[in-house]
């Protein structure tokens, strides 16, 4: 029996998801598959509170998250870090060459939209990356704030790194103004992983129209990826299971509700706050701590391997500290179809494990 997933990636997956991967495939250039594509897309469009483009792509976010600055920055890229997956997208925009100054604040820490401000006020740039909830610290960024402050600079866009964000707290494309959120699909939306997702605005639409295919390359152009979508098609081959399964939890997703969805997981994250903040402290500077996962400093000083291999030996899966932070911090994860049962469970199993260390 494979332990239960309690980690910031991959995550739980129910049952009937898992069912829908194993159906048997469709050619992906026909009128079946199209319907399927439709279907999905349209779903999250309604998740992502956007009439704008929504593409679908058989990859890690991380592609997405190069595809992002290739198609979307002419001049300069402002990169915000704030923990080892902000910092991966800056990395990730120095490895494609494009001009980028990066602004990092210490771990632990939120971008703020002052912060934002100040920087694009004495700057010329044309695209700012940011991450919604930063996996390694447990950080939810103000992104609504963020957004508006970026709104206020014409030809400036705002991409977005929602990958463990995404479908556990909202993200409203359109009345925001953001014009790229990625994620892969094994985090909040709880399938398993190789399959991403984003939303494009029209204005990164037309800035990728823009730029010289030489930047762009050619699996993760946008204008053609955007041209296939227009049909329910995708350029290349996709993943055919996946797309089955998003298919069967954009309808669980739809029966639960998104308010209901979102309040779930802020009601599991107060919980898990409530239980370790006295017991081990939080990571996260107050105020900005996320909704889907949490990040417990070590305060009671316990062996934090040890309590990782305890529990997994009990068939709980939790995390250890990542990055910079390994060794240092554990995370435990309260996202996509877990529920409150599940979150009491794993505490009380946490607090006999403990209690032996």
Known sequence: MKPKLFIPGPTHVEQDVLDALAQYPIGHRTTDYRDLQSKVVSGIKECLYTEQSVLVSTSSATGLMEAGVRNLSKKKVANFVCGAFSKKQAAITRACGLNQDVFEVEWGQAITAEHVNDVLSKGDYDLVTIVFNETSTGVMNPLQEIADVVNNYDDVLLMVDAVSGMMG????????????????????????????????????????????????????????????????????????????????????????????????????????????????????????????????????????LALADAMKSKNYLISGGYGDLKGKTFRLAHMGDLKMADINDVLDVLDGVIETL
Request: net charge negative.
């Open 169 to 304: 707290a909202p993200i409203k494309i359109d009345e925001w103004g953001v014009d790229m959120a990625l994620a892969s699909v094994q985090k909040a939306w709880a399938l398993p992983p190789g399959f991403a997702i984003t939303s494009l605005s029209d204005r990164a639409l037309a800035r990728s129209h823009s730029i010289p295919d030489a930047q762009k390359g050619f699996y993760f152009d946008f204008v053609r990826m955007h041209k296939a979508g227009e049909k329910s098609e995708t350029p290349v081959t996709p993943s055919i299971p996946h797309l089955y399964g998003l298919s069967v939890q954009l309808d669980r997703i739809k029966a639960e509700g998104l308010e209901n969805r979102f309040a779930r997981h802020r009601e599991m994250a107060d919980r898990v706050r409530d239980w370790g903040r006295d017991k081990f402290g939080l990571f996260a500077e107050p105020g900005y701590e996320s909704d889907t996962l949490t990040c417990f400093n070590n305060d009671a000083n316990i062996d934090l």
